[in-house]
């Protein structure tokens, strides 16, 4: 299994399997609610690595997903169209799309021992169009 994740808006990111990781979609309601909530939030966790390119032979599209996390909310860039696909013997079995993403949480763990570094990248749906989220599968071959 392997995961492509795509982002636009702003500036293009895009990673195939060879660098992402893992993928966790998350939907939550608030712990205190005794029924079902509207108060509904969904969340993409994407883990990977980061392939350093020495003499910047291929773009380290990291360092958007970097800068994309510092981006402060009056800028109309900090949200963004954010697709993951889920391959399974070159074929997409699930795919999830986040129209108006923004950035929790991104961070990058580096070590000077295995010379590859990894990420994580926490994002949101904005909460009054979570209605617009996507989450697709059964696809046709």
Same mark, same amino acid.
């Given at each position: 299994? +392997? #995961?492509?994740?795509?982002? /636009?808006?702003?500036? =293009?990111?895009?990673?195939?399997?060879? $660098? $992402? !990781?893992?993928?966790? #979609?998350?939907?939550? !309601?608030?712990?205190?609610?005794?029924?079902?909530?509207? =108060? @509904?939030?969904?969340?993409?966790?994407?883990?990977?690595?980061? &392939?350093?390119? @020495? +003499? *910047?032979?291929?773009?380290?599209?990291?360092?958007?997903? %970097?800068?994309? *996390? @510092?981006?402060?909310?009056?800028? *109309?860039?900090?949200?963004? &169209?954010?697709?993951?696909?889920?391959?399974?013997? +070159?074929?997409?079995?699930?795919?999830?799309? #986040?129209? &108006? %993403?923004?950035?929790?949480?991104? /961070?990058?763990?580096?070590?000077?021992?295995? +010379?590859?570094?990894?990420?994580?990248? @926490?994002?949101?749906?904005?909460?009054?169009? /979570? %209605?617009?989220?996507?989450?697709?599968?059964?696809?046709?071959?």
């Amino acid at each position: 299994m +392997g #995961f492509r994740v795509k982002i /636009t808006g702003g500036k =293009d990111v895009e990673f195939n399997e060879g $660098i $992402i !990781t893992s993928a966790e #979609f998350v939907s939550n !309601t608030p712990d205190t609610s005794n029924a079902r909530s509207t =108060d @509904l939030g969904v969340v993409l966790n994407i883990k990977g690595r980061i &392939n350093f390119s @020495l +003499g *910047a032979e291929e773009d380290d599209s990291t360092v958007e997903l %970097a800068n994309w *996390a @510092l981006m402060p909310s009056d800028q *109309a860039d900090c949200y963004r &169209n954010v697709q993951v696909q889920v391959v399974s013997g +070159g074929q997409i079995v699930r795919q999830y799309t #986040f129209p &108006n %993403a923004f950035v929790m949480g991104y /961070t990058e763990d580096l070590n000077d021992e295995e +010379g590859v570094g990894e990420f994580e990248l @926490l994002l949101k749906q904005k909460k009054d169009l /979570t %209605a617009k989220v996507e989450l697709k599968g059964n696809f046709e071959e």
